[in-house]
């Protein structure tokens, strides 16, 4: 017999309550992480969907070899003719597809074997948490590397190898929180309840676990979005991401980098890019600890 949905009210945070935490003279930090965060994401976003309006083509040299900033070229060029400002600005759409991509791999991975480890136990719980644990041992950008070279024969896809490089390493993250959450909601009451009633563990890991395990997700979501940032970076500063004449941030600093030997280097080929992944990456990260202090119980108390 199937069990009656119940709910839990106390679990709950609706964008009403937000709105009133962030209104809140108590909730100041909170409220400036939350919407400095959110206004630096909203840039990038726009920035990304508006590339081909703001910039033309960065996989096409210039005639202006080596130039500094100027009017025709606000963020100046290489000294092989690529716009930077163009770069820069293609580069924060690919930065936030292989992020956005390689997150909801992440998700359609993690989030069912976190639910169904925590919740069933046993031998499956052993072995997955096993698993989960001797990936996550292994340094995020060294693993990275370890699935982006594997892939590397599928230059077809350059995208789909990178995005699967970054979302095996926070696999495990991910894992681990919605396991340990489940762990945790499967001993309420009303669990037990709707055990007792007779509806599967199928039935109760969707209809009552899962919608009180998921809040969880959206804070280790940006926190990690953080991070991936930075792992693409690294990825394309080595050598392992995109292939050129890809406009990412990282292999424009890997090129930036290789003119320091000249007498005059360019300055503006590294300051850029770099200014952007601190931009996104701050973004991220400030709009995680807001959000972090919106959806945690404790610190809506003490907001309040």
């Given at each position: 017999?199937?069990?009656?949905?119940?709910t839990?009210?106390?679990?709950?945070?609706?964008?009403?309550?937000?709105?009133?935490?962030?209104?809140?003279?108590?909730?100041?930090?909170?409220?400036?992480?939350t919407?400095?965060?959110?206004?630096?994401v909203?840039?990038?976003?726009?920035?990304?969907?508006?590339?081909?309006?703001?910039?033309?083509?960065p996989?096409?040299?210039?005639?202006?070899?080596?130039?500094?900033p100027?009017?025709?070229?606000?963020?100046g060029?290489?000294?092989?003719?690529?716009?930077?400002?163009?770069?820069?600005v293609?580069?924060?759409?690919?930065?936030?597809?292989?992020v956005?991509a390689?997150?909801a791999?992440?998700?359609?991975?993690?989030?069912?074997?976190?639910?169904?480890?925590?919740?069933?136990?046993?031998?499956?719980?052993?072995?997955?948490?096993?698993v989960?644990?001797?990936?996550?041992?292994?340094?995020?950008?060294?693993?990275?590397?370890v699935?982006?070279?594997?892939?590397?024969p599928?230059?077809?896809?350059?995208f789909l190898?990178v995005?699967?490089?970054?979302?095996?390493v926070?696999?495990?993250?991910y894992?681990?929180?919605?396991?340990?959450?489940?762990?945790?909601?499967?001993a309420?009451?009303?669990?037990?309840?709707?055990r007792?009633?007779g509806?599967?563990?199928?039935?109760?890991?969707?209809?009552?676990?899962?919608?009180?395990v998921?809040?969880?997700?959206p804070?280790?979501?940006t926190?990690?979005?953080?991070?991936?940032?930075?792992?693409?970076a690294?990825?394309?500063?080595?050598?392992?991401g995109l292939?050129?004449?890809?406009?990412?941030?990282?292999?424009?600093?890997?090129?930036?980098?290789?003119?320091?030997?000249?007498?005059?280097?360019?300055?503006?080929?590294?300051?850029?890019?770099?200014?952007?992944?601190?931009?996104?990456?701050?973004?991220?990260?400030?709009?995680?600890?807001?959000?972090n202090?919106l959806?945690?119980?404790?610190?809506?108390?003490?907001?309040?």
């Amino acid at each position: 017999m199937a069990a009656p949905v119940l709910t839990v009210s106390h679990r709950r945070f609706s964008v009403a309550q937000a709105r009133a935490l962030l209104r809140a003279g108590k909730g100041t930090q909170a409220r400036t992480f939350t919407l400095v965060g959110l206004a630096l994401v909203a840039f990038f976003l726009l920035l990304a969907l508006a590339a081909p309006l703001l910039a033309a083509d960065p996989t096409v040299p210039t005639q202006d070899l080596g130039q500094a900033p100027s009017g025709a070229h606000p963020f100046g060029t290489t000294r092989i003719g690529f716009d930077v400002y163009a770069q820069a600005v293609w580069g924060s759409r690919i930065a936030l597809e292989v992020v956005l991509a390689a997150s909801a791999l992440s998700l359609v991975v993690a989030v069912p074997l976190g639910l169904f480890s925590g919740y069933l136990g046993g031998w499956l719980d052993r072995a997955l948490v096993l698993v989960m644990d001797s990936i996550y041992a292994f340094p995020g950008l060294l693993l990275a590397i370890v699935v982006a070279t594997l892939f590397r024969p599928a230059a077809q896809l350059p995208f789909l190898g990178v995005s699967l490089a970054i979302s095996v390493v926070y696999i495990p993250q991910y894992f681990r929180v919605v396991r340990n959450q489940t762990a945790g909601v499967k001993a309420e009451p009303y669990v037990e309840a709707a055990r007792a009633l007779g509806a599967r563990p199928r039935h109760i890991v969707s209809k009552y676990v899962f919608y009180n395990v998921v809040p969880s997700v959206p804070v280790i979501l940006t926190l990690n979005a953080a991070d991936a940032i930075l792992t693409l970076a690294g990825l394309g500063f080595l050598g392992y991401g995109l292939p050129p004449p890809t406009p990412e941030w990282g292999y424009n600093l890997s090129r930036a980098a290789s003119e320091i030997a000249y007498a005059q280097p360019l300055w503006w080929t590294s300051v850029f890019p770099g200014l952007f992944i601190v931009l996104l990456v701050v973004g991220i990260t400030l709009l995680g600890e807001g959000l972090n202090d919106l959806l945690n119980p404790l610190l809506r108390e003490r907001a309040r």
